[in-house]
T-cell receptor
Framework: EAGVAQSPRYKIIEKRQSVAFWCNPI?????LYWYQQILGQGPKLLIQ????????DSQLPKDRFSAERLKGVDSTLKIQPAKLEDSAVYLC????????????FGPGTRLTVL | GEDVEQSLFLSVREGDSSVINCTYT??????LYWYKQEPGAGLQLLTY?????DMKQDQRLTVLLNKKDKHLSLRIADTQTGDSAIYFC????????????FGQGTTLQVKP
């Protein structure tokens, strides 16, 4: 079974630029999560999708971050414009709809904002 | 509120047992988790425990839950160098079981 795929693995941009991350969840997983992990901290949930609907985006900085999952499979997370404090690893995870207790994580995208 | 605290660092000798501790604040959490993160990798679910359980054992891993003190621990028996990693404790949000609240992670160093 293929795992959660993310790309790119690494991205370096300058502040005020835009960036987008892509995630392909495990086949059949209706629930998809985006987490932000700042160096030295645990991951923090940014947004949770159930199919193509948003379940929880309470911690997403909506003035600069956006995410979509148009067809209920792949998802993109965008930052526009980026700030220095957005430097982090962005992790995507997925789970079966009725098993939120078992989330599978991708390798993450490491973003550096200069 | 939801908050999870862990000690930052633990060093043990190969073959010894490791005990990683965690405290959490929300007594209505349904699940409590332990994840492992190796350098440059995503998180790997090691084990989890339902909030109505006191203990769970899975091969070399033993999870103990003290609900009264809101304390969770992970014991790794016969620790190996391959166990060196960052270990995260997490609780599920009572309002959304899919939302995980993570601690800051404990770095486990295993010396040969």
């Amino acid at each position: 079974e293929a795992g959660v795929a993310q790309s790119p693995r690494y991205k370096i941009i300058e502040k005020r630029q835009s960036v987008a991350f892509w995630c392909n969840p495990i086949s059949g997983h209706a629930t998809l999560y985006w987490y932000q992990q700042i160096l030295g901290q645990g991951p923090k949930l940014l947004i949770q999708f159930q199919n193509n609907g948003v379940v929880d985006d309470s911690q997403l900085p909506k003035d600069r971050f956006s995410a979509e999952r148009l067809k209920g499979v792949d998802s993109t997370l965008k930052i526009q414009p980026a700030k220095l404090e957005d430097s982090a690893v962005y992790l995507c995870a997925s789970s079966l709809e009725d098993r939120p207790d078992t989330q599978y994580f991708g390798p993450g995208t490491r973003l550096t904002v200069l | 509120g939801e908050d999870v605290e862990q000690s930052l660092f633990l060093s043990v000798r190969e073959g010894d047992s490791s005990v990683i501790n965690c405290t959490y604040t929300d007594s209505s959490s349904t699940y409590l988790y332990w994840y492992k993160q190796e350098p440059g990798a995503g998180l790997q679910l090691l084990t989890y425990i339902f909030s109505n359980m006191d203990m769970k054992q899975d091969q070399r891993l033993t999870v103990l839950l003290n609900k009264k003190d809101k304390h969770l621990s992970l014991r790794i028996a016969d620790t190996q160098t391959g166990d060196s990693a960052i270990y995260f404790c997490a609780e599920s949000s009572p309002s959304n079981t899919g939302k995980l609240i993570f601690g800051q992670g404990t770095t486990l160093q295993v010396k040969p």
